[in-house]
């Protein structure tokens, strides 16, 4: 069988993506978390440190600034397992680089469409701009976006096989 | 023994061999001809010169596993072994060619290729004896032709609305008279020969305008000339005609791993990219282009018939076809013997 | 009507052998007879015995440009001839800081459209003799028979709603500029359709695509917005995307090449025309020209500029989506 | 063994040992799990064996042991690249993969009788390390031995227990140890090994010169043995190309028509001036 086809068994598209598959028992939604370091990363602590119940099905990566967060990181994320993906940084004019986030925001206005034509759905990446003080919203986001994960189940489009 | 079968035929033993064993064969897709596994004849296509990419996807795939391993505190190494059986249809003359030159290259000398060896001996390769060249097909320069057989297990030649028949091997005989039986009928001999008589002595156009007569020789005392300067100039340095040539086996070694465990694959590397020969320390001996493009040609036409006594191209044409910048090496064939006549 | 690209290569030639000869420039990037009269191939030229290689003719649609980052080390100039497109990606490369316009003399060759040489070689009208501009058709006259082909069914799609008929700022120009007016408006309806597909159908379309994909690397190498110092698919560590052939690396492939040149391409479409799988490319750039539209309102955004769409900001115009 | 000749044999890490100053060369002892494996592994000076760091990936390594001492096996590897990075991020019992050996060897028959000057620079007296304890551990069959060996600094000398210490107690054989760069401590000879070469001026006469090191010292050295009244055939060299397969069918590391790692990596000089200059 070509390699090309390697994530396929011989019938076509391998992890056929037209037919939903349902979700394997005991399956939760994994969501990896890309925060900055100034503003959602500690919005994220807040949400600890005032005992606002979130679920608990993100892992959150620490990164300089939502400037930081290459697209790649998305869509590696993606095929390495992700469910849903949050990109997440300061609000626009409080970002501690003064611009990063202005250029965050373009380029995932971009990307997020982008990403969505490649045949992602377009509830799995979510960016959000959450403050140090909005633990709240925070959590807020992470419950949404894991509701809706749970609704749409794993994420199989852009998973890869080792 | 020379056999027909009927083209309805000929659709029931392929539908029958792809129900029983993986069976590949031509498929349009996007505009796009290509060997790939088909469940069911009615997706074939029998319009084509060639396929986009040759019989060597099966045989020597892009990147295949060669073994598993665990490293989590100790190591422990498991060996992958190909082991799918598969029927593969359609394929060209100078692709059944092209498999006897990788034979020589993998499962010859002091080492053989285990993992190409399996495949090869798993896989029966239906021929298809070509009905139109391409005008970038030359098959007929390195004494090929349109009918051309050897290597087939069995060989088909369109012949009006059926089809001639030969099984060539063990495997080929195990075809006609298994998935096969029933649908085959002996054939006329004389008129049988006739048809691959015809197709022996197709016109292949380009073929003629590439001679490649004593082209190994000349290339022997060639290495410093000027030519290679000039000539991988246009080179874009892509891989495109080493992928596409079912004759290039050049391959990489890589693993992947993600925690403790891991595959080693191998995969189809390019002469042509910079990074091919660069060593660990920096140096390389094929710095730019020109190395690399000489390298390439050389390879074909002179370092491989000095080891295996043939050349390493079927003029299957694809490079010829699909380089984006007309360096192919049929171009390059003439333009060697230009050099050397006025030289 | 206007000339066509052979009425002018003895000019051409006589441009570029003087130049040769009198030392402004040590090559010259053109166009040569490749194995048939409708796949020119590129030709690079230092001596003016060679020169009388160099052609034109109405199949010239490969873009020159690129081969000009193997001669930015070097001392002296190199010519290049240029199309309005190719124009464009000369500038993308100047634009980027990887070629010095100092060291280039360019060759501007105005063009009504270029005819799509693998679609008018099937048509059977063997050696071309002679092209001629009728207007709103190209007249082939071959030496196994001629036709009139329509401009808008013979020429490369991005002919169509070309708007850089006459290649900017070149050093000499051959003939005069044509008129610089569409064919057609630009026209993203496959684009649209896409977008409209529910996502799993658009999901299995590319899977479909970039299965195929034998990462070849043409497509990367052809572009003049792919002009990187090293390529991150070349970098071993870390290895953004693997050597091993598989979806997902594929997939990664294009997302990474495709993004990397989001707000840059300047619409060549060589790229998909030098893919040999097939593979339509375009339909990733011009979604991302597309939204760049729509989004930051930049009706061009395939007209290199100094700072490219994803390199700038606007603090209160940009769209806010992520409150 | 497996099958295939592209899956190595898991082995362990016996012993590590730092050889230069600066740590960046450490010798590798290694016996492969598999007693059977081990018994079966028959080298000859000059051959190679491809080091496995699974999830990294292979590196052609020439083994430094001497065929005369069996039981394990020596990889002298200098810190270069992705491979040996982790290879020398190792500790002792750890496993690694192994499979060989490849390409040819010193011409033993050729050196019998003969006068023999081995000639190394840097981590490239590591084949000729092998080469020269085999040599003494027969010292009868051969005829006078000069090692000619240099590196950067004192620092930078390898296998300095027996450069230093044991080649020099044989009979008949003589170490000459020269440095780029010298220090306080150093007292020796200082340049480079060229030059040295000269001045250390052996006698072609029924010897053969035997050479690796640095491209850039090899092609000097050529020169200089050139010089002295070597002939071609009495010139024996290595080549290094990168490789992948070992077996002679990736189609990296040929040279013209000859692959470096089944035909190579050791061609006469007379050899190598009828393969193009391209390594």
Redesign the interface.
């Known amino acids: 069988m070509s390699v090309n086809e390697k994530a396929a068994p011989a019938a076509g598209p391998a992890t056929n993506p037209t037919t939903a598959t349902p979700a394997p028992e005991g399956w939760e939604p994994k969501i990896i978390g890309f925060a900055c370091n100034w503003c959602t990363y500690a919005g994220a602590d807040l949400a600890g440190t005032s005992r606002i119940q979130y679920p608990p099905n993100i892992r959150v990566i620490r990164v300089p600034c939502s400037g930081r967060i290459n697209p790649q990181f998305v869509v590696r994320a993606f095929q390495r397992g992700a469910d849903g993906v949050l990109v997440a940084g300061c609000h626009p004019g409080d970002c501690h680089y003064s611009t990063g986030n202005y250029f965050a925001r373009r380029r995932y206005l971009l990307a997020k469409r982008f990403i969505e034509y490649l045949g992602v759905e377009p509830e799995r990446l979510q960016v959000r701009w959450i403050s140090g003080s909005e633990g709240q919203k925070f959590a807020d986001t992470v419950r949404e976006l894991t509701e809706k994960l749970r609704a749409l189940g794993p994420q199989r489009r852009l998973r890869e096989t080792l | 023994m020379l056999l027909t079968i009927t083209a309805d035929n000929l659709k029931s033993l392929l539908d029958k061999l792809a129900r029983d064993s993986l069976l590949v064969a031509p498929v349009l897709e996007d505009g796009v001809t290509r060997l790939k596994p088909v469940k069911a004849a009615s997706e074939i296509a029998l319009d084509y010169s060639n396929t986009a990419t040759s019989i060597k996807d099966f045989l020597f795939p892009q990147s295949e596993d060669l073994l598993r391993f665990v490293t989590d505190g100790t190591l422990s190494i498991e060996e992958i072994k190909p082991e799918r059986a598969q029927v593969a249809f359609g394929i060209r003359p100078c692709d059944l060619a092209s498999v006897a030159l990788m034979d020589k290259v993998l499962t010859t000398g002091e080492y053989a290729d285990t993992h190409y060896q399996a495949r090869r001996k798993n896989t029966v390769l239906i021929g298809l004896a070509c009905e139109s060249p391409a005008d970038t097909c030359f098959c007929t320069s390195y004494g090929y032709n349109p009918g051309h057989s050897a290597g087939a297990d069995v060989m088909l030649y369109k012949d009006g609305d059926q089809y001639l028949a030969e099984a060539l091997s063990d495997k080929g005989r195990e075809v006609v008279g298994g998935p096969g039986e029933g649908l085959f009928k002996p054939a006329d001999e004389a008129a049988g020969q006739a048809v691959k008589k015809a197709y022996a002595e197709k016109e292949v156009p380009f073929g003629k305008e590439v001679d490649v007569e004593g082209i190994d020789q000349l290339l022997d005392n060639f290495f410093d000339d000027q030519y290679w300067d000039d000539v991988s100039k246009k080179c874009l340095g892509c891989g495109t005609c080493t992928y596409v040539c079912p004759t290039c086996h050049c391959f990489l070694l890589t693993d992947e791993a993600r925690g403790g465990e891991g595959l080693r694959f191998r995969c189809w590397d390019s002469c042509m990219f910079a990074n091919y020969t660069k060593m660990a320390g920096g140096h390389n001996p094929r710095p730019s282009k020109k190395e690399r493009v000489r390298q390439r040609f050389m390879h074909k036409l002179n370092y491989y018939p000095h080891r295996y006594h043939s050349y390493l191209c079927t003029g299957c044409g694809r490079c010829v076809a699909m380089c984006p910048v007309g360096l192919h090496i049929a171009g390059v064939i003439k333009d060697v013997k230009g050099v050397k006549a006025h030289a | 009507m206007s000339a066509t690209f052979t009425d002018h290569q003895a000019a051409l030639r006589d441009e570029v052998k003087k130049l040769l000869t009198d030392g402004s420039i040590k090559g010259f990037i053109g166009y040569a007879r490749g194995r048939d009269s409708y796949h020119p191939v590129p030709a690079i030229v230092t001596r003016p015995d060679q020169v009388d290689g160099l052609i034109l003719d109405q199949f010239s649609i490969f873009g020159l440009t690129k081969y000009l980052l193997d001669y930015i080390f070097e001392d002296g100039k190199m010519g290049i001839v240029v199309k309005g497109c190719d124009a464009l990606g000369l500038g993308r490369l100047i634009n980027d800081h990887r070629v010095d316009r100092n060291k280039v003399h360019v060759v501007g060759l105005p063009c009504a459209g270029v005819l799509n040489g693998e679609k008018v070689a099937k048509l059977g009208l063997g050696k071309v003799q002679r092209v001629t501009d009728k207007g709103s058709a190209f007249l082939v006259e071959g030496d196994k028979g001629s036709k009139e082909l329509p401009k808008t069914e013979y020429l490369w799609d991005k002919c169509l709603w070309c708007e850089n008929h006459n290649p900017a700022g070149a050093d000499t120009l051959l003939g005069s500029e044509v008129e610089n007016v569409a064919m057609k408006p630009r026209d993203f309806s496959d684009i649209t359709a896409l977008e409209k597909m529910p996502s799993a159908e658009r999901a299995a379309f590319w899977t479909r695509q970039f299965s195929r994909c034998i990462r070849c690397y043409a497509c990367r190498n052809v572009c003049p917005a792919c002009n990187c110092r090293e390529c991150v698919f070349d970098i071993a560590d870390p290895r953004w995307v693997g050597n091993t052939v598989k979806l997902s690396e594929q997939q990664m492939f294009h997302f990474t090449r495709a993004f990397h040149v989001a707000g840059r391409c300047v619409d060549c479409g060589e790229c998909e025309r030098v893919c040999p799988m097939e593979i339509p490319l375009m339909k990733l750039q011009r979604k991302l020209q597309k939204d760049v539209i729509e989004l930051f309102g930049n009706p061009k955004p395939f007209v290199p500029s100094e700072v490219e769409v994803l390199g700038q900001f606007r603090v209160t115009e940009d769209p806010e989506e992520f409150m | 063994m ?9 082995a362990t890490i016996d012993r590590i040992t730092p050889e230069t100053a600066a740590s960046d060369v450490k010798t590798f002892q290694v016996t492969f799990d598999d007693p059977a494996v081990m018994e079966r592994f028959n080298y000859m000076s000059g051959q190679c064996a491809m080091l496995s760091m ?6 052609m390594i020439s083994i430094t042991s001497s065929p005369t001492r069996r039981g394990f096996l020596e990889f002298s590897v200098k810190r ?5 990075d982790v290879l020398h991020e190792a500790v002792e019992g750890q ?3 192994v499979r060989g050996p490849y390409g040819n060897h010193f011409p033993l028959e050729m050196l019998k009788g003969k006068n023999l000057v081995f000639i190394g620079g840097g981590i490239g007296l590591a084949p000729l390390r092998s080469l020269i304890n085999n040599v003494l551990d027969n010292r009868k069959e051969y005829g006078r031995i000069d090692v000619v060996y240099g590196a950067r600094s004192p620092g930078d000398l390898c296998f300095k227990y027996e450069v230093l210490e044991n080649w020099t107690k044989y009979e008949n054989a003589q170490v000459h140890v020269t440095v780029d760069r010298g220090d306080e401590t150093w007292t020796g000879p200082v340049g480079f090994v060229p030059a040295f070469l000269e001045q250390v001026n052996p006698s072609p006469r029924d010897a053969v010169a035997v050479t690796c090191g640095p ?1 850039i010292m090899i092609k000097l050295v050529l020169q200089s043995l050139a010089k002295l009244g070597f002939t071609d055939d009495q010139i024996v060299t290595t080549l ?3 490789m ?2 070992g ?11 000859k692959y470096v790692c ?1 035909d190579g990596p050791v061609f006469t000089l007379s050899q190598l001036k009828q393969l ?1 200059p ?2």
Request: aromatic share 4%.
């Open positions: 497996p099958e295939n000749p592209l899956v190595p044999s898991v699974f999830g990294v990936g292979e590196s270069t690249g992705r491979v040996t496993k690694i993969g491209p290094e190309m990168k992948q397969c077996v002679g069918k990736c189609g990296r590391c040929n040279v013209g028509d089944i193009p391209e390594f």
